[in-house]
């Protein structure tokens, strides 16, 4: 009794220890900065997950393995999702913000909204997209290329099934219809994939949601979770190449993973009100107002009536 008390004792402190190795390392930016007139608490807790197309966390080899191109800039932010976890028993909503959508940048006119990030960082972005949508962003997670591929490889793939082929080799992504295991440079390959799709961005986003969930799905599964070495392994990377808020934690992210884990997630995009050619940006998406102050309105306000919103 003694001896398998000792032992349970290890276990339990090994575990805290290896938290707080884990929350130390997260790489930290301060995304969440207030600012003034910014908005109060909104019901549930809201995340803004970040993809940034960012090259520098890529070697010269894996730039054109992946087929990413040798731009060395800091990057815009090349996908955007919110995910809104309810306070009540409603189910997690992940609602991306089309990366060309057309909005006013703090400080900067009218411009596509990945722009803000590529003039002010996450901070920018963060103001930016709480001012477009009324919603106050709890959490910040951005994740870069060589991340994203890294973190498909250690859950070991992830098995997407396709109704249409995908054939642009030109980009580094040919796949034929049905169900592939995909590899870190597969996966990065299929959600920056839209110029053979037929909704271009808008079905490159559906795509995106999709594979977020169904990879927090792989990542949660018994041969992962019951593995210690597997287990460290995720946890490593999943520190390793996320940067979060100052005021983000280890068990924070595994908050999110549980949200983007459950089954029912509601998903969809932004409502589209649709393009217009401009001087400065090019052509730009515009949202629906309407429709986009009712799901938003919806969300801060934890209503159910967030399963009306249009998927395309």
């Known amino acids: 009794m003694i001896a398998l008390l000792v032992l349970l004792v290890l276990v339990v402190v090994s575990g805290c220890l290896a938290v707080v190795c884990a929350d130390r390392s997260l790489h930290r930016i301060s995304a969440l900065a207030d600012y003034p007139g910014r908005i109060g608490a909104t019901a549930g807790t809201n995340w803004l997950l970040v993809g940034s197309d960012g090259r520098g966390d890529l070697t010269a080899d894996q730039q054109q393995q992946l087929d990413t191109g040798d731009d060395d ?42 722009a803000a990030f590529a003039i002010g960082g996450a901070p920018l972005l963060v103001r930016t997209v709480e001012q477009a949508t009324g919603l106050h962003l709890d959490h910040y997670a951005e994740l870069g290329f060589g991340g994203f591929t890294q973190l498909v490889d250690v859950v070991g793939g992830v098995n997407m099934c396709l109704e249409h082929p995908i054939n642009d080799a030109d980009h580094g992504i040919v796949l034929p219809a049905g169900c592939h295991d995909l590899d870190g440079n597969q996966a990065l390959g299929f959600v920056r994939e839209r110029y053979e799709l037929p909704g271009s961005d808008l079905d490159r986003m559906a795509n995106q949601r999709q594979f977020m969930t169904t990879l927090m799905q792989k990542a949660v599964t018994a041969p992962n979770m019951l593995n210690p070495l597997r287990l460290w392994q995720l946890i490593s990377a999943t520190t390793d190449v996320i940067a979060v808020d100052d005021g983000d934690h280890v068990w924070d992210i595994a ?29 730009v998406l515009l949202w629906d107002q309407s429709a986009a102050t009712h799901l938003f309105d919806a969300l801060a306000a934890d209503t159910s009536s967030v399963r009306g919103a249009p998927t395309p």
């Open 255 to 283: 908050t999110l993973g549980q949200a983007l884990h459950r089954t029912d997630v509601v998903t969809t995009t932004v409502p589209v009100g649709g393009f217009e050619d401009t001087d400065t940006s090019g052509n």
């Open 73 to 114: 800039r800091a990057g815009l932010s090349d996908t955007m999702m919110i995910l809104h976890i309810p306070d009540g028993r409603i189910p997690p909503t992940l609602v991306s913000i089309p990366r060309d959508s057309y909005l006013p940048i703090p400080g900067h006119g009218t411009d596509k909204v990945n």
